[in-house]
């Protein structure tokens, strides 16, 4: 029998039942376990996890656990610059690129409303969301815990509240995103990116209404949708203004 001490770091507690909230978690296992296994088996997926450290030293997913360590455990610094220390998860990815779950459509539109490309279909399945995420590097985005704890999953993050508003802030936060939002530079409806097209160009799609007020219009490449700073542009805009508010800026 091997007793190693757990502690956990920052919001990795919020995954933790109520009863092992800020003490260290003693641990007993028999044998040979990694660290990644025994992590896991306290409900956290590896996902979650950017930085292990056993007494104090750096160590990979794979290490094993000797007896009496201390072993800490920090979540995705992914908002952070911790390039000093190793990382566990390969390489980073450079531009943030997401693919959603099921359950996560509003967000979908707000994340490309704010121009980030955003992969989401309603039924895409959990091993098809475990592919795209990892064949287009893309960070996975659920509400489905034991979908991050799949081995293959790389990047992940998970999904805690059902507001999509607050769904959008921690993401945002969490991706340090404020500094890449290019708003109105891709389709809410497809994903596709948005160019600017003349007037002349779209006017037999317009409602008369449209024809006579807007003179700025912008069309997705990928499905043809046609935009124009309507009033849904107008909320889209207040949307937008609350975001970056309620980020910090780092
Ligand atoms: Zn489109």
Same mark, same amino acid.
Request: aromatic share 6%.
């Given at each position: 029998m091997t007793t190693v001490n757990f502690r956990f770091y920052a919001e990795l507690n919020d995954l933790l039942p109520d009863r092992k909230l800020f003490s260290d978690q003693m641990i007993e296992f028999n044998g040979r376990q990694t660290v990644k296994h025994l992590i896991e088996s306290q409900g956290i997926p590896h996902t979650e996890v950017d930085l292990i450290l056993a007494d104090s030293r750096s160590v990979g997913f794979d290490y094993i656990p000797q007896e009496g360590e201390l072993i800490s455990v920090y979540p995705v610094f992914e908002s952070f610059d911790i390039s000093l220390v190793n990382l566990l998860r390969p390489t980073p990815l450079r531009e943030p690129k997401f693919v959603l779950d099921g359950h996560l459509g509003r967000l979908a539109s707000y994340l490309r409303m704010l121009g980030f490309?955003?992969?989401?279909?309603?039924?895409?399945?959990?091993?098809?969301?475990?592919?795209?995420?990892?064949?287009?590097? #893309?960070? %996975? @985005?659920? $509400? /489905? #815990?034991? %979908? @991050?704890? $799949? /081995?293959?999953?790389?990047?992940?993050?998970?999904?805690?509240?059902?507001?999509?508003?607050?769904?959008?802030?921690?993401?945002?936060?969490?991706?340090?995103?404020?500094?890449l939002i290019h708003p109105f530079t891709r389709c809410i409806a497809c994903n596709g990116i948005l160019e600017p097209v003349e007037k002349e160009e779209v006017i037999d799609l317009l409602e008369p209404k449209t024809r006579k007020y807007f003179d700025i219009f912008k069309r997705c490449t990928s499905c043809g949708k046609v935009f124009w700073a309507g009033s849904h542009h107008e909320r889209m805009s207040r949307l937008i203004d609350w975001v970056i508010n309620e980020t910090p800026i780092s």
């Open positions: 490309d955003s992969s989401y279909r309603n039924d895409f399945n959990d091993e098809e969301l475990a592919e795209i995420s990892v064949n287009e590097k #893309r960070i %996975l @985005l659920t $509400r /489905d #815990r034991g %979908l @991050l704890k $799949r /081995d293959k999953v790389t990047h992940g993050f998970l999904i805690k509240t059902r507001d999509p508003r607050q769904q959008l802030l921690s993401v945002v936060r969490r991706f340090d995103l404020a500094k």
